[in-house]
């Protein structure tokens, strides 16, 4: 093997069982990737074995998890390996992943890990600004636009906060950032929702897929999905389910973030 044989990028994602969004999302992530390095494969791996074990139940579909693909990129040959993650911060998700990676590390003559989405600053201002070229078709002075992120207990659930300070920064003074699992909540964004005189409310997922969370806690009817909540509050309410996955400008900082983890590999 010459050294494009021997190496290999794997793209590691939390997963999704939503199959039409997988493919706009993470399939569409990995697609970038491997036009951006058309002379490697690239080979796929989920974290959440809830997601995997469904998959193949419901639709006989295997998908490895990170320490499954790892043992098996090297059982194929390959001695170099980038992994590239989809997941949004340096939060649990990436340190298990990395312990995952210095585990296996003794597989392989090399091995690097590339750097989530919000990494830094420079990342945190093609964010803000992809957010909002994809949202701009539905706002107006009596719009504003609230991102539905994840949240996390740890100290990376900042990345919210500095997001949100960076769209302030950008002048997009009507997009607002709240967590489903975390802080700020959507109760701690309604008074300045109220503040603002905003009749509608546009809620879009601040995450890779639009899966569970978008689909049940943002969009829902459910008595407290923040679509109903919002709606109580006498606000009109649109809502868009389309993960960041399906932005291209998201995706290609992806691309980026594969390029700088092959910096580190040579």
Same mark, same amino acid.
């Given at each position: 093997?010459?050294?494009?044989? @021997?190496?290999?990028?794997?793209?590691?994602?939390?997963?999704?069982?939503?199959?039409?969004?997988?493919?706009?999302?993470?399939?569409?992530?990995?697609? =970038?990737?491997?036009? =951006?390095?058309?002379?490697?494969?690239?080979?796929?791996?989920? #974290?959440?074995?809830?997601?995997?074990?469904?998959? %193949?139940?419901? @639709?006989?579909?295997?998908?490895?998890?990170?320490? !499954?693909?790892?043992?098996?990129?090297? =059982?194929? /040959?390959?001695?170099?390996?980038?992994?590239?993650? *989809?997941?949004?911060?340096?939060?649990?998700?990436?340190?298990?992943?990395?312990?995952?990676?210095?585990?296996?590390?003794?597989?392989?003559?090399?091995?690097?890990? /590339? $750097?989530?989405?919000? #990494?830094?600053?420079? @990342?945190?201002?093609?964010?803000?600004?992809?957010?909002? !070229?994809? *949202?701009? +078709?539905?706002?107006?002075?009596?719009?504003?636009?609230?991102?539905?992120?994840? /949240?996390?207990?740890?100290?990376?659930?900042?990345?919210?906060?500095?997001?949100?300070?960076?769209?302030?920064?950008?002048?997009?003074?009507?997009?607002?950032?709240?967590?489903?699992?975390?802080?700020? *909540?959507?109760? @701690?964004?309604?008074?300045?929702?109220?503040?603002?005189?905003? +009749?509608?409310?546009?809620?879009?997922?601040?995450?890779?897929?639009? /899966?569970?969370?978008?689909?049940?806690?943002?969009?829902?009817?459910? !008595?407290?999905?923040? %679509?109903?909540?919002? !709606?109580?509050?006498?606000?009109?309410?649109?809502?868009?389910?389309?993960?960041?996955?399906?932005?291209? =400008?998201?995706? $290609?900082?992806?691309?980026?973030? *594969?390029?700088?983890?092959?910096?580190?590999?040579?």
């Amino acid at each position: 093997m010459n050294q494009k044989q @021997d190496t290999a990028i794997l793209v590691v994602s939390f997963g999704t069982s939503y199959n039409e969004n997988r493919k706009v999302t993470i399939d569409a992530i990995e697609q =970038a990737v491997a036009d =951006a390095f058309s002379d490697y494969p690239v080979r796929r791996a989920f #974290t959440s074995q809830m997601i995997i074990n469904k998959l %193949k139940k419901r @639709d006989g579909l295997h998908i490895d998890n990170e320490a !499954e693909s790892l043992q098996h990129a090297a =059982a194929d /040959g390959f001695r170099k390996l980038v992994i590239q993650p *989809t997941h949004l911060m340096n939060g649990t998700e990436y340190h298990d992943l990395l312990r995952d990676v210095e585990k296996h590390r003794d597989l392989f003559a090399a091995a690097v890990l /590339g $750097e989530p989405l919000l #990494t830094d600053k420079e @990342d945190f201002e093609k964010v803000a600004a992809a957010m909002v !070229e994809d *949202t701009k +078709e539905h706002t107006d002075e009596k719009t504003a636009v609230v991102l539905m992120g994840h /949240g996390t207990g740890v100290e990376a659930n900042r990345v919210y906060f500095d997001l949100q300070d960076e769209l302030r920064k950008q002048g997009h003074h009507n997009y607002f950032i709240a967590t489903v699992e975390a802080v700020p *909540t959507l109760e @701690d964004i309604l008074p300045a929702l109220k503040e603002g005189g905003y +009749e509608k409310i546009v809620l879009q997922p601040l995450m890779i897929v639009a /899966g569970d969370h978008a689909n049940n806690d943002m969009a829902s009817d459910d !008595e407290d999905s923040w %679509k109903t909540i919002l !709606e109580k509050e006498g606000y009109a309410v649109q809502c868009v389910l389309r993960g960041m996955g399906q932005i291209p =400008a998201i995706r $290609e900082i992806f691309a980026q973030h *594969t390029a700088r983890a092959f910096e580190k590999l040579k």
